[in-house]
């Protein structure tokens, strides 16, 4: 299967639930009446805001300057909980005693809510970008340690042996042998959590730093701006989509080029 088409079978789906969610919404809105046109927003209200509006010029301006602090946010910690489950991963996966030992607690701090963290994480990071981020790594942290954990413990048992006969350490085992083969899993961690990281960057800027578009959505509710409010949500989601599908490009083309079943596909590729 080419990478072209392996791209397209990946975006397809994504383009599919897009056009669904979008039915889903205007369906919605026609079954519930109640909710009212001043509330519940259809998308061509939606439309209207943010485009063909006299006010659309602005209206998309506050938006996205939002956007941008959100994105910064995500962006951070995104990086640090990614970076960071490498490395928890890493260390755990080469010894086990530390995984009995520490496994418990990270699998406990994830038990706890967020919410219910975020009084501590602002007292001790602060209000501002800090505290944030730290909201956003946690969310990324976890979920990616055990997808990753997950991939590197499914390196072929004879590859590393081979390194160990060899004398390679463990550590030589790890980078060659085991990174490799956890790459489809770092990569599907990766894509899970890039929305992750915007959720927790929207939660902890709502909670804690009062900027961003985290604070804007509160902040719309209490003065009836709700085609704001179903405006920045449209975007969020959109963009949380559009970010999902980069990593599942780059997550393409990389594996393509450096996973566990590139060197059969050329030696097929030669084979014909």
Do not use: C, H
């Amino acid at each position: 299967m080419t990478v072209l088409r392996r791209i397209g079978l990946f975006l397809l789906p994504l383009l599919t639930s897009l056009l669904l969610v979008l039915v889903v919404w205007e369906v919605f809105l026609r079954a519930f009446p109640e909710v009212g046109p001043r509330v519940g927003k259809s998308p061509a209200d939606i439309w209207r805001y943010l485009v063909t509006a006299p006010g659309a010029a602005a209206a998309r301006r506050a938006i996205f300057d939002d956007l941008l602090v959100t994105l910064r946010d995500a962006a951070i910690g995104f990086g640090i909980g990614m970076g960071a489950a490498l490395v928890i991963a890493a260390v755990f996966v080469s010894f086990a005693t530390v995984e009995q030992t520490f496994m418990p607690v990270a699998m406990l701090l994830r038990s706890v809510p967020l919410v219910a963290l975020a009084p501590i994480i602002v007292l001790v990071f602060g209000r501002g970008l800090g505290g944030v981020t730290v909201m956003a790594a946690i969310v990324v942290l976890f979920p990616a340690l055990v997808m990753i954990m997950t991939g590197l413990r499914s390196a072929p048992r004879q590859a590393l042996e081979v390194v160990a006969a060899y004398g390679g350490s463990r550590w030589t085992g790890l980078r060659m042998v085991a990174v490799p083969a956890a790459l489809p899993s770092v990569f599907a961690a990766a894509r899970i959590s890039v929305p992750g990281a915007l959720i927790g960057a929207l939660i902890g800027e709502w909670l804690g730093s009062g900027t961003g578009l985290g604070a804007s959505l509160i902040r719309a509710i209490p003065t009836f701006q709700y085609s704001k409010l179903w405006a920045s949500i449209v975007i969020v989601t959109v963009v949380s989509v559009a970010l999902y599908a980069l990593v599942g490009v780059l997550e393409n083309l990389v594996l393509a080029r450096f996973g566990p079943d590139a060197g059969r596909g050329r030696s097929r590729g030669l084979g014909t």
